[in-house]
């Protein structure tokens, strides 16, 4: 059985927080009419420290400290600790207490010997230490320089980004929304358009100002056409494949995709050296040698399969 908690809106906490700190309007004095008594903040004495050794939950029988609380709490996932330390930690604690109440009243019942639960319990350990097993492989894996450079070498693309402009023209059918007041245009049509702003900005036109006043893409053109950095995978293939090969400064010719015809102007291109990503390619290598270690396991574990059952 697992540990539900129920979180509160954070949302809702901070509102009331707000509201409460929200000051009040002074009220309105008359001349000569003493001003108001303003009583000093009542401020709440700080608990006295729990000792390690303090039991602070009983269930019947059982007795919890302090320390074997904490414990088992730090055990738990992040999100949970942080729960149970802070803004639920009441409700944590009764939560624990109900299900090892459960549990008890389950023993006195004779619950845990019927066979099939007993099965269910033995599986649930072994699939936590299983799992915990592999936690720890994946934590203790280690990868030399060798097999950090043939990942990298194999993944160079993960780590180039491209900073670019562009221009689109959209054509009827496209799937971005027409401006106001503006009318379709069939596919031919905005090619030809867009053939005649490549021919003026390679004439000298600025490339922001006819983004701000020529571009579909509304978002970017208020911004001249500027995009955020990207990586490979992020656009459109036919955008994608012409950001990456076109020389840095060089106006593209109209690139079509779903959208439109795009117009564009690489200001940059990045690709990450294996220093700078090292550590990132050490994390991502972590599970993948642990699950060799795993097939490792297998292999000496000597499993054997029923193929008359299973199959093959």
Known sequence: MMLKITYCSLSLLVAGQMLAQTPQPAPKVMPGTPGPVIAAPVVKPEPPPVAPDAVIIIIG???ITKAQYESFINALPERIRAEAFGPNKRKVAEQLADIKSMAIEAKKRGIDKKPE???????QIENFLANSLFQQLAA????????VQAYFDKNKKDYETVTARHILIRFEGSKVPLRPGQKELP?????????????????????AEVAKA????????????????????QMVPEFETAAFSLPVKEISAPVRSQF????????????KKL?????????????????QQVEDIRKTAGITLD???FGK
């Open 140 to 147: 203790d894996a280690k990868s030399d320089d060798a097999a």
């Open 187 to 207: 596919d031919a049509a905005a090619k030809a358009h867009a053939e005649e702003l490549v021919k003026a900005l390679k004439g000298g036109k600025d490339f």
């Open 117 to 123: 639960i007993q099965q269910q319990v033995n599986f």
């Open 214 to 233: 020529e571009s579909d893409d509304t978002g970017s053109g208020a911004q001249g056409g500027a995009l955020d950095p990207f990586g490979h995978g």
């Open 260 to 271: 439109g015809y795009h117009i564009i102007q690489v200001q940059a291109r990045e690709a």
């Open 61 to 63: 029988d059982q007795k």
């Open 307 to 309: 193929e008359n059952y």
């Open 275 to 291: 220093a700078d990503v090292r550590a990132e390619i050490e994390g991502k290598m972590k599970p993948e040698i642990a699950r």
